[in-house]
């Protein structure tokens, strides 16, 4: 055990590891597309979310964690915004064009954020998020804006019977860092 430590730490001051190619997104969404089948405010949504992911400089495809604070307008004219639904997820991305273009897709859960009249908060069920194209434009060598101008979400808190599953048409806007 003590030769393993001692190879360990040989190894760690002998040659400098460079720190792992970690990225910090943040992003903000709107679905303001949803609601043009039956003309509702009930697909109005907005919100937020942070990505952390894992890909090499240069390379294609990486992975991430994904967190979302998604808020809704309620049904009722009494109580206007709700909190919604938290969707986390696992995410897989490929770059294009020299990293010009972004797809990704994202699978997870989605957790119910207040009571309902049916439901209480925290029922969970799937998220799933798929963004055929995210232009990117560098800001500085290690930040870069996003922009997803449309891609759909299914959200679906509550599986059981009266399920609870919305498709979102969104627009979203990002920043991706690289933290070293």
């Given at each position: 055990m003590?030769?393993?430590?001692?190879a360990?730490?040989?190894?760690s001051?002998?040659g400098r590891?460079?720190?792992?190619p970690?990225?910090?997104?943040l992003?903000?969404h709107?679905?303001?597309l949803?609601?043009?089948?039956?003309?509702?405010l009930l697909?109005?949504t907005?919100?937020?979310?942070?990505?952390?992911?894992?890909?090499?400089?240069?390379?294609?495809?990486?992975?991430?964690?994904?967190?979302?604070q998604n808020?809704?307008y309620?049904?009722?004219?009494f109580r206007?915004?709700?909190?919604?639904v938290?969707?986390?997820?696992?995410?897989l991305?490929?770059?294009?064009?020299?990293e010009l273009?972004r797809?990704s897709m994202?699978l997870?859960?989605?957790?119910l954020?207040y009571d309902t009249?049916?439901?209480?908060k925290?029922?969970t069920?799937?998220?799933f998020?798929i963004?055929p194209?995210t232009?990117?434009?560098?800001?500085?060598?290690?930040?870069?804006?996003?922009l997803?101008?449309?891609?759909?979400?299914?959200v679906?808190?509550?599986?059981?019977?009266?399920r609870?599953?919305?498709?979102?048409y969104?627009?979203t806007?990002?920043?991706?860092m690289l933290l070293?």
């Amino acid at each position: 055990m003590f030769g393993v430590a001692a190879a360990l730490l040989c190894a760690s001051t002998s040659g400098r590891a460079e720190p792992p190619p970690l990225r910090l997104g943040l992003e903000v969404h709107a679905s303001f597309l949803s609601n043009q089948t039956d003309r509702s405010l009930l697909n109005v949504t907005f919100g937020g979310g942070v990505r952390l992911g894992y890909r090499p400089d240069g390379a294609r495809f990486g992975g991430f964690l994904f967190f979302e604070q998604n808020a809704w307008y309620a049904t009722d004219l009494f109580r206007g915004v709700v909190p919604g639904v938290r969707n986390l997820g696992l995410g897989l991305e490929r770059l294009w064009r020299g990293e010009l273009v972004r797809t990704s897709m994202v699978l997870g859960i989605s957790m119910l954020a207040y009571d309902t009249e049916l439901d209480r908060k925290r029922t969970t069920g799937l998220y799933f998020d798929i963004r055929p194209a995210t232009l990117r434009w560098h800001v500085t060598r290690r930040t870069v804006f996003e922009l997803t101008p449309l891609h759909l979400v299914v959200v679906a808190p509550v599986m059981h019977e009266p399920r609870l599953v919305t498709a979102q048409y969104r627009t979203t806007l990002g920043l991706e860092m690289l933290l070293r």
